[in-house]
């Protein structure tokens, strides 16, 4: 049984604001997971996540983005840096509350900005959850968001949809050649940008593979501390 409570952190600015989700038996890491671009902390997807890891025993800070936080809705309009400084407060606030690991990532947008803070500070996180990673706008293949990766020293599982127009599976793959670190990838058969995560309705059973996914692709990088 997880609780989850919401929390807002001024001290620090950008503020941290979330729902931070309790596991009832610890496993001493951390997660801190990230919407999209046209969405909030209370994305299905995200939710799902949440209560899946912590049912496996992590931490989990589901944050409202600095661009979310200043408006309701709509997408973020240059306040990239601004982001990746909020999502950085937020992995730093989560090393408060888990005395093992810490992971950082999220969907679309918060993936890739969550890549954009580990390429920058290779130390911060020990590993990424990149859901639907963005790899350039649908119809303009020619514009990859591929420029950080070679710097990026963070392992990192992607979670992606076979028909994704973010990208395809194949070109994923191909952009994972240029990390210079552990990757790997879990093809989603059928689904698109919203993994299958549309209103109120989630799979909940896609939320419990990715636990079981990203604890098999951590199991090298000893996924508890004290392993």
Known sequence: MCTAEAILDQEVQPAVRGFLHRPESPNRNGLVLSHGAGSNANAPLLIALA????????????????????????P???????????IKN?????KTLASG?????????GGRQSTMVCAAEPGLADG??????????????EQLRTQHLPKLQTPALFVHGTRDPFGSVEEIRQALKLINSKTDLVPVVGAGHDLGFTGKAGKGSLAEVVVEKFTAFLTGLSLNADS
């Open 51 to 74: 209560e899946a890891f912590c049912g496996a025993g992590f931490h989990v800070l589901r944050c409202d983005l600095p661009f979310r936080q200043s408006k309701p809705s709509g």
């Open 76 to 86: 973020p309009m240059g306040t990239a840096a601004l982001d990746q400084a909020g």
């Open 90 to 94: 937020a992995v730093l606030a989560m």
């Open 101 to 109: 690991r810490v992971f950082v990532g999220g969907h679309s947008y």
């Open 128 to 141: 990424l959850l990149l859901l639907s990673y963005p790899l350039h706008p649908p119809r303009k293949p």
